[in-house]
């Protein structure tokens, strides 16, 4: 695998960092890595970095978004969460990826059994933790306005919601984010990782 230079970054377009994206995860579920000579790879991004994607996960530990996407050093901006929320530095630090930086697509992703959404379910309180998980709530509303849901059932579907949420803010308060989809510069979507399976399903 060769390393991401200003060259093949310029020539990427959304579909293609998107099709890389699910190509890496293939790999990854099936525990087939890409190889890769991670020393030069050090070497040759010290004289810049040229990522192709910016992903935005939780931080649970289970979820490291270059393993799972079965990426190099070089490769990806990620940033990291816990519960994949959406704030003022989150968005600036995408805003950079993508404008300054020439990142194609933006990735959301967050998984399953997600203990920030599990949290937030159970009405969690403590310290810091409590505003983050204020984030979280509308998504446990609307997956809560549905009936006859079980406890694992409801935080599966309030981690769907808040990936789809964070991906409506992103568009709602980032002119820069928002405009670049529009003009077809960049691609924002959604996914899902299962902790079971180490598959990502992006959503349409």
Known sequence: MRTQTKDIQEDLKPKDAHKILVEGNKRF???VKAQRNLKEQVFETS????PFAVILSCIDSRVPAELVFDQGIGDIFSVRVAGNIIN?????SMEYACKVAGSKIVVVLGHTKCGAVTAACNNFEMGNITSLLYKIKPAVSIASSENNETDDQLIEKAAIQNVLLSIERIRKESAILSD???SGEI???GALYSVDTAEVEFFE
């Open 180 to 182: 670049m989809e529009r």
């Open 29 to 31: 579920a099936q525990n």
């Open 47 to 50: 004289k810049g970095q040229f």
């Open 88 to 92: 003022e530095d989150v968005l600036g």
């Open 187 to 189: 691609e924002i979507v």
